[in-house]
């Protein structure tokens, strides 16, 4: 048996990270011999097209490294269906990633796909549970919450979640907001207008459903331009809040309290998304348990920074199928070969 490149792909990331993300797709495509298309987003092509640059300056051939910027819908028409492209590689939101797993069924292509995420935190009472919160705070701010394995929803032990909730909003009231471009900036704006009144929304439904604001909540006045959003804590959160179910994609932090480990683990695996969960324990037998229990494809324990070039990324349910990193995410642009020798006899 040996693993063979599948053949041209077709590579679609979005803006968030923008160098990482379409890094995690060429190279691992490339070494495994295949040549790449990239559709960077329209947001944020230039990280991209640098690449291109830098591999054109390197030397690798004309055709192998290829990137396409335009409308996303156009593009995504002509490449997936192109009886060409052998591979799709697509990390976005779930709807896109649908319509897309539909379009490349019509050819028989292979599929890899990260999509949306909405992180259960597990904090159980034998966890530090200071420096849990300290760590949840700066983790579920990082990038505006506008990460797809962020954590977005806290559930702690009723015996801790007071303690757990005071250092938390804490550590956020702490995070100083402004610009990228500052270096004293631990938190800048949201993407867009359309995300920012997302979150709005969310926040809204959630106080409307009895939740109260433990901080932030509203855009901050000082900031005139921009879509700034106040990182926001959450308590009082019920199951029935949108902020429960959907993923926020930003600032928002829902805190609620579970009895029991059968609880914690009904209300993480309660959504259709299962990318990264989280569980912050002293007792290893506990966090086994809870690893093996939560529907994700990933599981941190006692941290939250899980993402690493040498493990295999991605995750399950409506997060997607396929894994980006480690052996896996090269494989991933390989088919196998199976080849049966039957060796012949002597001359007679």
């Known amino acids: ?71 996303p819908p156009t593009l995504s028409d002509q490449l997936v269906t192109s009886p060409i492209i052998r591979k799709v590689s697509l990390t976005g939101s779930v709807p896109v990633g649908i319509a897309v797993n539909t379009l490349a069924a019509k050819t028989l292509k292979s599929v890899s796909m990260e999509l949306g995420g909405h992180s259960p935190v597990l904090v159980f009472p034998d966890a530090d549970i200071d420096a849990a919160a300290r760590a949840a705070a700066l983790g579920k701010f990082r990038n505006a919450g506008q990460v797809c394995i962020s954590a977005s929803r806290f559930l702690v032990h009723e015996s801790v979640v007071e303690q757990f909730t005071a250092a938390f909003v804490e550590q956020t009231r702490a995070l100083r907001l402004g610009p990228g471009s500052d270096p004293g900036t631990d938190m800048g704006p949201l993407g867009s207008a359309r995300r920012r009144d997302a979150v709005e929304a969310m926040v809204a439904d959630a106080v409307g459903k009895g939740a109260q604001v433990a901080h932030g909540g509203v855009r901050p006045e000082e900031f005139q331009s ?28 829902p805190i609620t309290a579970f009895a029991t480990f059968e609880e914690a683990i009904a209300i993480a695996n309660s959504t259709a998304f299962g990318l990264a969960g989280f569980v912050y324990t002293r007792d290893l037998d506990t966090a086994y348990r809870a690893s093996e229990a939560l529907e994700t494809g990933m599981v941190g324990v006692n941290h939250l920074t899980i993402a690493t070039a040498e493990a295999p990324f991605g995750g399950v349910k409506y997060s997607g199928f396929g894994r980006e990193g480690g052996t896996e995410g090269v494989e991933a642009y390989t088919h196998a070969k199976y080849v049966n020798v039957l060796l012949p006899g002597p001359p007679s």
């Open 1 to 71: 048996m040996r693993r063979e490149p599948i053949g041209p792909v077709a590579a679609f990331a979005p803006w968030n990270f923008p160098s990482l993300l379409p890094a995690r797709k060429i190279a691992p495509a490339l070494a495994a011999g295949c040549s790449v298309v990239l559709v960077p987003p329209i947001e944020a092509p230039l990280s991209s097209l640098l690449f291109a640059e830098a591999a054109d300056a390197a030397g690798v051939p004309a055709g192998v490294l290829n990137v396409i910027t335009g409308d």
């Open 226 to 253: 921009g879509f700034f959003f106040a990182p926001t804590v959450l308590t009082g959160v019920t199951q029935d809040m949108d902020v429960m179910t959907e993923e926020p994609f930003g600032p928002i932090a």
